[in-house]
């Protein structure tokens, strides 16, 4: 009886607070019945990012299988200084990874003029891009999709002119250029700090894997990763973190599609967001 009325209630709110169109960034979770399962049943949240696994697009996030989990990493890992955002002053990184930094950087002004709207460090909205997008100024930062073109994750949307506002397109919600995109990104990684732009490097972690979904975790379990326990949320997540430095590669791949585990885990050689973004600043590009 309880959880039918908790049910109920979430319906009833669902009803009478709906999605604003102007509101920025919308939750992809907002109102979504699976994902009050979740919360009845008190489990990882079913609602992620659609996957696309290809180099620079995103890697699908589910909820924790249950298996095994890793054996935990005896030197407890590296100290992260928390005054440092970036903490990648002893790093250094291969061509492979600097070829990447140099090709992100090229839609530098892109960047620049969204984080001068979000606050979010250029570097950060590069990686992100990168990620989604594969840095393609073509490419939306949020779901990857090409610039115009229906982005699933993107439920809310108007005929707005307002910068970072995503517009009626036909089939649902898109944008109408990248520096919109990249300004909702922006918007939406803070949703995940609080509305805040991560400020500390721990926080920014955490935000970078929820921002897609934190279904990629290593630590989860079901994974050869032995760098576990995670030394706090999102450091064993291949979405920011992946080949971020030794600690983190290799790293595996959970989920191979949404809602679909791989079998077994793979090795990932994608960069992760953060990676991208390190190696940018520390090229000074």
């Not at 924790?64 to 005054?83: E, K, L, Q, R, W």
């Not at 050869?224 to 920011?240: M, R, S």
Request: glycine letters at 10%; one cysteine or more; hydrophobic letters at 30%.
């Amino acid at each position: 009886m309880k959880q039918f009325f908790i049910i109920i209630s979430f319906i009833g709110i669902a009803f009478l607070n709906p999605v604003n169109a102007q509101d920025a960034p919308v939750d992809r979770c907002r109102f979504r019945f699976d994902t009050l399962i979740d919360i009845l049943l008190n489990r990882d949240s079913s609602c992620y990012d659609a996957p696309n696994i290809n180099s620079g697009g995103t890697i699908g996030g589910q909820p924790s299988p249950s298996g095994p989990v890793p054996t935990a990493d005896p030197s407890g890992g590296p100290t992260y200084d928390p005054t440092s955002l970036f903490n990648n002053a002893d790093l250094t990184y291969p061509e492979e990874i600097n070829s990447v930094a140099r090709r992100c950087a090229v839609n530098k002004t892109y960047y620049q003029s969204a984080a001068t709207v979000t606050q979010v460090p250029w570097e950060i909205l590069a990686g992100i891009h990168y990620r989604e997008g594969g840095c393609s100024n073509n490419n939306s930062s949020v779901g990857g999709r090409q610039i115009g073109a229906v982005e699933p994750d993107v439920r809310s949307c108007g005929p707005s002119t307002q910068p970072g506002q995503p517009i009626p397109v036909p089939g649902g919600c898109g944008f109408r250029n990248l520096y919109d995109s990249l300004i909702y990104t922006g918007n939406h990684l803070k949703a995940k700090n609080g509305d805040e732009p991560p400020a500390t490097f721990q926080a920014l972690v955490t935000a970078l894997s929820k921002y897609n979904g934190g279904g990629n975790s290593n630590c989860r379990g079901g994974t050869p990763y032995t760098h576990c326990p995670a030394q706090f949320q999102g450091e064993d997540d291949v979405y920011p973190m992946n080949r971020f430095d030794e600690r983190h590669t290799p790293m595996y791949l959970r989920y191979c599609a949404d809602y679909t585990l791989c079998d077994p885990p793979r090795i990932y050689t994608g960069l992760g967001a953060l990676t991208v973004a390190s190696a940018i600043n520390k090229l000074s590009l």
